[in-house]
């Protein structure tokens, strides 16, 4: 069983920085390749980042202002958000899978977090 577990959401304000993780766990075995995305209500499910093949790939949105990165750990990764924008304020996925096809799609991932909460406070 392998499980895809986020952390690290809270409150934030414009131009704060909040950091992301995800690990999986479980009967993993290799290593896997891990991206994140986010979703709003009512909208499509957004890809924000990922690796791809040891080079770090972001969406158009967040390019510049949000950094990947692989945890000490194998199969972590970190998401760190800088200048944050009220958009940018929802849910974040974690996304895995053994292989890496189309790392921006959705479809090339098996394994998926609950998902972790980003919310404006101001």
């Known amino acids: 069983q392998v499980q895809v577990v986020e952390s690290g959401g809270g409150l934030v304000r414009p131009g704060d920085s909040l950091r992301l993780s995800c690990a999986v766990s479980g009967r993993t075995g290799s290593r896997y390749f891990m991206a994140w995305f986010r979703q709003t209500p009512g909208k499509e499910r957004e890809f924000v980042a990922a690796?791809?093949?040891?080079?770090?790939r972001y969406g158009p949105s967040v390019k510049g202002r949000f950094t990947i990165s692989r945890g000490d750990a194998i199969n972590t990764v970190h998401l760190q958000m800088n200048s944050l924008r009220p958009e940018d304020t929802t849910v974040y996925y974690c996304?895995?899978?053994?292989?890496?096809?189309?790392?921006?799609?959705?479809?090339?991932?098996?394994?998926w977090g609950q998902g972790t909460q980003v919310t404006d406070s101001s």
């Open positions: 996304a895995a899978d053994k292989r890496s096809y189309e790392y921006y799609s959705r479809n090339s991932y098996n394994f």
């Open positions: 690796f791809n093949w040891g080079v770090d």
